[in-house]
């Protein structure tokens, strides 16, 4: 497995939208794999493929933060939400694409989503919680969309200057 650079915003490979996996191909797995190993890293409880610059429809997951719980790796391949509850929840989300930046996003509190699993079988399920909001801010990702996106121009484009300044500091360095 594999430690991949991950993209820092502003980036245009994190506007785009991402085309469907068609096949489940051995490198797919691969990347699946790979892109855990990477938000494990960071550390993060999600990754989606253009946060390391392929763009295609592959979100991974883990919202288990407790070291004492079972680790709940997941690899979805063209995610999509089915159905979303019309109760909102607000939690302050981050993005290893954006380090350091931190805003309350408020997105419907309860989603259904179906993808499919690294076997090739068709899943469908229930998110509440943190895993709701997280697989929502992935699916995002897939359509080019950041949480920045969700907030006011100025909040927007400060944030986007202090990530420009940071990237020309880190290529000097
Ligand atoms: O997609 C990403 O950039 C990953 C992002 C996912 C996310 C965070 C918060 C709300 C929704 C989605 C992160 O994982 S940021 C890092 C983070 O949340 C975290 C880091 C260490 C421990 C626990 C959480
Ligand atoms: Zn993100």
Redesign the pocket.
């Known amino acids: 497995m594999t430690i991949r650079p991950i993209l820092i915003h502003p980036d245009p490979r994190l506007k785009k939208v991402a085309a469907p996996v068609e096949q489940i191909t051995p490198e797919l797995r691969q990347l699946g794999e790979d892109m855990l190993e990477t ?1 494990y890293d ?7 493929a253009p ?1 390391v610059g392929v763009l295609k429809r592959v979100i991974v997951m883990d919202c288990v ?1 407790d070291p004492e719980e079972e680790p709940q790796p997941m690899i979805l391949f063209n995610p999509e939400i089915t159905w979303a509850s019309e109760d909102l929840a607000t ?8 380090p350091e930046q931190y805003a309350e ?1 408020t997105r419907p509190a309860e989603v259904r989503a179906r993808w499919i699993a690294p076997d090739g079988s068709a899943r469908e399920e229930h998110f509440t919680g ?1 895993w709701a ?2 697989v ?3 699916i995002d ?1 897939l359509d080019g969309k950041l ?1 920045i996106d969700y907030l006011g121009p100025l909040k927007r484009q400060m944030i986007t200057r202090k990530m420009a300044k940071l990237k020309r500091e880190k290529a000097r360095a």
């Open positions: 938000m960071a550390p993060g409880i999600g990754l989606a946060q933060k939690y302050e989300e981050g993005c290893l694409s954006i996003i943190l909001t997280c929502q801010h992935e990702h949480f």
